[in-house]
């Protein structure tokens, strides 16, 4: 009775109560199982899952492989997936292929990839066998994980049972050489395979976009188009991360209509992917229609159009949609703040540029050797040379080129032979094949009167065989 009265205060809605009361008269198991099976499917909260759990477990229901099954998935769905769906499938009396996959596949798929792993090496010493539908789910755990070796591995097995010519396994052994940045070795997998379906060719055309390998990824979407292979709205986010990689308006516009013509639904991934397109082929009025149009906006859309404007240097906008950003609740992320203080390194504000640098701290964004480089460029060009330095000493990590080189040419601006040498000297110990850091070092010396210390730093150039390349046009 305290159950039922619990499940009337609790349900969402009078349908699910209607199915769980019906189904505590006695019926014909057969019912029984179709009635608990879309009782759990309309589950709305793990606080009736687990009276349905409880009612399983005391109908022995529990028992029933389709039925623990479906709990599992359900306690997965509504965020509960460890413990509450690891401990179903534990405490499983009977498990299949089917169980397995489930509890594999959430796993695969969540923030724990590794625990998807465990399983499945807990299922082999179990001697269930895997399927073709097990180990796609395992490959992406491995890449998920980053473990490129027990990837290699699951690789083999796939081989050693004949299942790497499957259409599912190629396709996610392709998706995980991509994620290790083994495109070569995706590809040969690829050029293997009898027959390719849209995931697999869409997976190496991502696969090159990705590593920004464009003409290559250009070059299979032609040979996609040749094959027949049906083109969706997943196919056009590579193809535009392509365009935009390689500077080519006109063919992503072309993209954009395509897009247009067949009506697909603008939504987030294509939309930030057309914004990201744009942004990068400097058509900001574009992006930021596009972006205005937008029926709904996540951060990546906002930091991409913030970051554009940021860069290119339209730093009231930039820094207006920083503002409006944080107005309607959308947390930054690193890529905003770099476009904030992208903008605030254009025009030289200083202070703004402290305020959005601490604020990081304040979002809990761990400042990156990009931010760094833009707090340091910032200071140099504002002739804040000291502070520029001081920054970097206080780096929790060492700083690469780009950190060093900001403050070199903040020194070179503003004649600052003593700290210029200093970071000059540093920059050749860090990147000792770089000419332009010797050739930086030897006008600093000439700049400053010594010209003696300057001619030998071009004769150090000389032994090690150094040259600076010559300016050169696209045009």
Not at 83 to 102: A, D, Q
């Amino acid at each position: 009775m305290k159950q039922h009265l619990s499940l009337c205060y609790h349900a969402r809605n009078n349908s699910f109560l209607s199915k769980f009361m019906r189904i505590c008269h006695p019926k014909p198991k057969s019912n029984l199982l179709s009635y608990y099976f879309s009782l759990l499917q309309s589950s709305p909260n793990a606080a009736h899952l687990r009276h349905l759990h409880a009612r399983l477990l005391r109908t022995s229901l529990f028992d029933n492989v389709i039925l623990s099954s479906k709990l599992l998935l359900m306690y997965s769905r509504l965020g509960k997936l460890s413990p509450h769906s690891l401990r179903v499938f534990l405490h499983m009396p009977h498990r299949n292929i089917y169980s397995w996959n489930n509890i594999i596949g959430e796993f695969s798929r969540s923030s724990l990839p590794h625990k998807s792993v465990e399983l499945f090496l807990q299922m082999r010493h179990c001697n269930q066998p895997p399927d073709v539908f097990t180990l796609p789910l395992v490959l992406r755990a491995c890449a998920a994980c980053g473990s490129a070796k027990l990837g290699v591995s699951v690789h083999g097995l796939c081989v050693k049972m004949g299942m790497e010519k499957s259409l599912f396994v190629a396709s996610a052994l392709v998706f995980m050489y991509v994620t290790f940045g083994k495109v070569f070795d995706a590809r040969v997998l690829f050029d293997e395979m009898p027959e390719r379906d849209s995931v697999l060719w869409t997976a190496m055309l991502a696969g090159y976009a990705q590593h920004e390998e464009s003409m290559q990824a250009l070059s299979v979407f032609r040979q996609m188009g040749s094959a027949g292979v049906a083109l969706d709205g997943v196919v056009m986010i590579s193809l535009l991360l392509a365009c935009g990689q390689l500077g080519w308006l006109k063919h992503g516009k072309s993209v954009h209509g395509w897009i247009t013509r067949r009506c697909l639904i603008l939504g987030l991934n294509l939309g930030n992917a057309l914004i990201d397109f744009y942004v990068k082929c400097a058509a900001l009025g574009h992006s930021h229609n596009l972006f205005d149009k937008m029926p709904e906006r996540d951060v990546i859309s906002w930091s991409s159009l913030i970051l554009g404007y940021g860069l290119s240097g339209n730093v009231d906008t930039a820094l207006d949609l920083f503002d409006r950003m944080r107005e309607a609740g959308v947390k930054p992320n690193d890529v905003t703040f770099l476009g904030a203080l992208s903008a605030c390194t254009h025009t030289g504000m200083v202070e703004k540029a402290y305020t959005y640098f601490e604020m990081m701290r304040e979002y809990q964004v761990a400042p990156e050797l990009k931010h760094y480089a833009c707090m340091v460029d910032c200071l140099a060009r504002a002739g804040m040379l000291e502070d520029a330095e001081r920054i970097i000493d206080e780096m929790p990590v060492e700083a690469d080129g780009a950190v060093l080189g900001a403050l070199l040419g903040g020194c070179r601006v503003h004649g600052n032979a003593e700290v210029g040498v200093r970071v000059a000297k540093k920059l050749m110990r860090l990147e000792p094949e770089k000419a332009s850091n010797y050739v930086m070092l030897a006008n600093m010396y000439a700049g400053a009167g010594r010209f003696e210390d300057a001619e030998k730093v071009r004769e150090l150039m000389k032994e090690r065989n150094l040259s600076k390349v010559p300016g050169c046009s696209l045009i």
